[in-house]
């Protein structure tokens, strides 16, 4: 049973780790998703780190759920904009139609979003394999339910993340092939998506919030981890 983890990586564009039957089998690396996705074949679920389903007004209750199961590392979940303001066509206009519709205005950090966020949900409308994941929500599971010390780009915490993969059967070798040139925390959150993609698969997987919201078409907004 074959899976497929993304993260986003830059300029590079997008990794992605494979597993088969759980344990590591590879990894690719390509501009675009929809290239990677092509590549990577017939795999049963495809799991990706980037906000894909979005509210028309208001937070997402799936950020605010993980941000307050994350403590210490809630930081690193940004509060998705509603759909209208990813829509338009600078920061400006964005920040300002992100406060109307949530009171709040959008940071130019979850701007910086916009090109993969909008990549990643015209992959996911197109391929219902697709889901959200957010590795920090993963790793948390994968840590028993406790929170990391660590940060994702500290030696400790990419020494903890690494660890915590083997422990679960998801050994990354220290020859990844395509993924060598990929900066060490985006290769251990597409593994950590990985992981998420083969619990998916096996039907083990865990979701946020425990009740999702529904979009404006009935798809529910969830991270699986």
Known sequence: MDVL???????????????????????????????????????????VDMPLDLVEQ???????????????RRSSVFLIAPRPAWQEPDYVTAANRCAELTGSRLSRQAW????????????????????EVHPEVSFHA???????????????GQNLRRALLAEAG?????????ADRVAVDDVLDAAAAAWSAHRIALGTAERIP????PDAEGRL?????
């Open 170 to 178: 998801v050994v990354l070798p220290d020859e990844l092939g395509e």
């Open 5 to 47: 983890g993304i993260d986003a990586c830059g300029k590079q564009g997008w990794v992605g780790i494979r597993l088969t039957d759980g344990a590591y089998a590879g990894s690719l690396v390509a501009a675009s998703l929809d290239a990677l996705i092509e590549r990577a074949g017939a795999v049963r679920v495809i799991t």
């Open 221 to 225: 907004i969830e991270i699986r981890y």
């Open 58 to 72: 208001g937070w997402r209750a799936a950020d605010l759920a993980a941000k307050a199961l994350l403590g210490v």
């Open 142 to 156: 994968l840590a028993g339910g406790v929170p990391l010390a660590y940060a994702k780009k500290t030696w400790r």
């Open 112 to 131: 910086g979003l916009a090109p993969k966020l909008l990549e990643g949900r015209a992959c996911w409308l197109a391929d219902e394999r697709i889901h």
């Open 210 to 213: 425990a009740v999702p919201e």
